[in-house]
């Protein structure tokens, strides 16, 4: 069922639409997806708005522009992991792939028994929460919530700032108190969507959809940062590795 289309852009929401048949498998790869004409006739939009809906099916990776045929489907661009960030970001790169990053806010709050238990704390230890979604052209992909032990925020304050970080999280803590992100476990699971997330991820609460829970410790073995990331409805999830 489509859901939350109504403010978006008329030829994102003609995209949305078509997204949603190739995902229901009633447009299969190698498929032609409806043309600008085609589009005018059965949506009643403009030529220029039309238009826009193809770029956006192959800048999402849905579909190809083929010489002599027109555009066609293609595999579906997956998620990148929160999680996968990290590497990105150690390699040169902003951790981003390009997606827009909004904030929900930065603050202290008591930790709940979930946070408690992953970072090594008494429930209702002050930790520093850090909320963000980040967005596509098709809408939110992602609304991520990490947790950090609440003492660090006194040796990086920036992490209490609802903005970006130049290092993010993780070159935040490390910069402040040498603690190295070293390993990370990350549990992927579906869960119901919380009543607070479901108003940033475009979902109903209590809706079920994929989550990953990551959790990092530093050199020394001890937690550093955990961390709940909520894919929008309907998305898909990819990890990348070096095998070398």
């Not at 293609?74 to 792939?97: M, Q, T, V």
């Not at 827009?100 to 930790?111: M, Q, R, S």
């Amino acid at each position: 069922m489509m859901r939350n289309l109504e403010g978006l852009p008329p030829y994102r929401r003609i995209a949305a639409q078509i997204i949603a048949r190739i995902k229901s498998g009633e447009l299969q790869p190698g498929d032609r997806v409806p043309s600008v004409n085609e589009i005018i006739e059965s949506e009643g939009v403009s030529r220029a708005t039309a238009a826009r809906v193809p770029g956006v099916l192959r800048d999402e990776g849905y579909a190809v522009a083929t010489p002599g045929v027109g555009t066609i489907v293609s595999a579906p661009k997956a998620l990148i992991a929160g999680a996968d960030r990290l590497g990105r970001l150690r390699a040169g790169g902003d951790g981003l792939d390009n997606d827009t990053v909004e904030f929900l806010g930065a603050d202290l709050e008591p930790a709940t028994r979930e946070v408690a238990d992953a970072l090594g704390l008494d429930e209702g230890t002050q930790v520093v929460k850090r909320q963000r979604r980040y967005l596509d052209t098709l809408g939110v992909k992602t609304v991520s919530t990490t947790w950090i032990e609440g003492g660090i925020a006194q040796r990086a304050p920036e992490l209490l700032r609802p903005e970006p970080l130049p290092k993010m999280t993780f070159g935040a803590i490390e910069d402040a108190t040498g603690r190295r992100a070293s390993k990370q476990r990350d549990t992927i699971a579906i869960r119901e969507v919380p009543a607070d997330i479901a108003e940033h991820l475009g979902a109903s609460a209590g809706e079920r959809t994929l989550v990953v829970a990551n959790l990092y410790w530093d050199q020394h073995g001890e937690p550093t940062e955990y961390a709940l990331d909520y894919h929008g409805p309907g998305r898909e999830l990819t990890r990348e590795y070096d095998r070398d």
